[in-house]
């Protein structure tokens, strides 16, 4: 199947509220461009430098997501162009984001990332975390960034009842930290699906979901 098609039927399954992010990560221009040719806008990548090589040969009006781990120090290479960072998961990290996106007279918006799978490896807040620096003056004093929702992973199994109940304590937190609302924080977006589950993120309450294999095929790391 093309690249064009699958994002016809895809497109074509999602209620209109819920925001398709094409991950393109590994994929060379050309698969990029055939989505975009299709009508994708939104693309996500997980890697820093990727990422802005990507940007820098693709059209303008693509909306980028870094959907990945983000390290301090690299945050620079993405800050004039990046839309939406959808793994923060510490202040230090937001306050980074924030100066770079000064420097670039912008202001980014950022999901806060929340650790919903049982692997250690996955990255992540606490809901109780998340819930203390909402409402910590440290935010506050961001005006370069927004906080505009929440993000999660859910474990990589196919026990679908177990990511069922991984989503619905996202869509929980998602619901209670809702009242915390100020001028850089309005949590509107709940960034949870991929290929393998993201109807079920929907039917949960996801608001965005990343879909990268489904789209471009599987993807080859060597
Ligand atoms: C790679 C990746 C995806 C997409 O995964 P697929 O299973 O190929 O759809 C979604 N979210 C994150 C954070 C990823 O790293």
């Given at each position: 199947?093309?690249?064009?098609?699958?994002?016809?039927?895809?497109?074509?399954?999602?209620?209109e509220?819920?925001?398709?992010?094409?991950v393109?990560?590994?994929?060379?221009?050309?698969?990029?461009?055939?989505?975009?040719?299709?009508?994708?806008?939104?693309?996500g990548?997980?890697?820093?430098?990727?990422?802005?090589?990507?940007?820098?040969?693709?059209?303008?009006?693509?909306?980028?997501?870094?959907?990945?781990?983000?390290?301090?120090?690299?945050?620079?290479?993405?800050?004039?162009?990046?839309?939406?960072?959808h793994?923060?998961?510490?202040?230090?990290?937001?306050?980074?984001?924030?100066?770079?996106?000064?420097?670039?007279?912008?202001?980014?918006?950022c999901?806060?990332?929340?650790?919903?799978?049982?692997?250690?490896?996955?990255?992540?807040?606490?809901?109780?975390?998340?819930?203390?620096?909402?409402?910590?003056?440290?935010?506050?004093?961001?005006?370069?960034?927004?906080?505009t929702?929440?993000?999660?992973?859910?474990?990589f199994?196919?026990?679908?009842n177990?990511?069922?109940?991984?989503?619905?304590?996202?869509?929980?937190?998602?619901?209670?930290?809702?009242?915390?609302s100020?001028?850089?924080?309005q949590?509107?977006?709940?960034?949870?699906?991929?290929?393998?589950?993201?109807?079920?993120?929907?039917?949960?309450?996801?608001?965005?979901?990343?879909?990268?294999?489904?789209?471009?095929?599987?993807?080859?790391?060597?």
């Amino acid at each position: 199947m093309s690249i064009k098609q699958n994002l016809q039927d895809i497109k074509a399954s999602l209620p209109e509220h819920v925001t398709l992010v094409a991950v393109s990560k590994t994929k060379p221009i050309n698969d990029l461009m055939e989505a975009y040719e299709a009508g994708q806008r939104v693309f996500g990548e997980n890697k820093i430098q990727e990422m802005a090589q990507k940007y820098d040969v693709m059209p303008k009006d693509v909306e980028w997501h870094m959907i990945g781990h983000v390290q301090r120090n690299k945050v620079k290479y993405i800050a004039s162009f990046v839309s939406l960072i959808h793994g923060v998961d510490n202040l230090k990290l937001l306050q980074e984001i924030n100066k770079q996106a000064q420097k670039h007279d912008r202001v980014i918006d950022c999901l806060l990332q929340i650790k919903i799978a049982s692997e250690d490896s996955k990255f992540g807040m606490s809901p109780e975390d998340a819930s203390t620096l909402l409402q910590s003056e440290r935010l506050q004093e961001l005006k370069n960034i927004r906080v505009t929702g929440l993000m999660g992973m859910a474990t990589f199994t196919d026990d679908m009842n177990q990511i069922e109940n991984e989503f619905s304590y996202l869509k929980e937190t998602f619901d209670t930290l809702q009242q915390f609302s100020t001028f850089n924080c309005q949590l509107s977006t709940l960034s949870m699906g991929m290929s393998g589950d993201y109807q079920l993120a929907i039917d949960c309450g996801s608001t965005m979901v990343r879909v990268g294999s489904s789209i471009f095929g599987a993807r080859n790391y060597n």
